[in-house]
Nanobody, 121 residues
Framework: QVQLVESGGGLVQPGGSLRLSCAAS????????MGWYRQAPGKQRELVAS???????NYADSVKGRFTISRDSAKNTVYLQMNTLKPEDTAIYYC???????????????WGQGTQVTVSS
């Protein structure tokens, strides 16, 4: 079984920065795409950023130039560096991974439990 655990969320003032981490563990042979989604109160969950095994990235227009996604495939870990945070970034952030299981092959997607990011003065 595969588990994803997020960390790094918290309360920050507008203009501040946070770095989120997500570590995957379990029966993992490899991970193709990893990404971050977020869900704000009263809103649908949306893609924030994703990164493929080959390093290709894509971002929501609202975070381009402010957020950077990266990964360490050897450690099955993905990061999200968030700079110049705005109140509109307030949401629960969820890690997502497209996993190739060590025993069963392609499975998933798997989701983390989420980490709260609150941007407020």
């Amino acid at each position: 079984q595969v588990q994803l655990v997020e960390s790094g969320g918290g309360l920050v003032q507008p203009g501040g920065s946070l770095r989120l981490s997500c570590a995957a563990s379990g029966s993992i042979f490899s991970i193709n795409t990893m990404g971050w989604y977020r869900q704000a109160p009263g809103k649908q969950r949306e893609l924030v950023a994703s990164i493929t095994k080959g390093g290709s990235t894509n971002y929501a227009d609202s975070v381009k130039g402010r957020f950077t996604i990266s990964r360490d495939s050897a450690k099955n870990t993905v990061y999200l560096q968030m700079n110049t945070l705005k109140p509109e970034d307030t949401a629960i952030y969820y890690c997502n991974a497209d996993v190739i299981d060590g025993r069963w092959g392609p499975v998933g997607p798997y989701w983390g439990q989420g980490t709260q990011v609150t941007v407020s003065s």
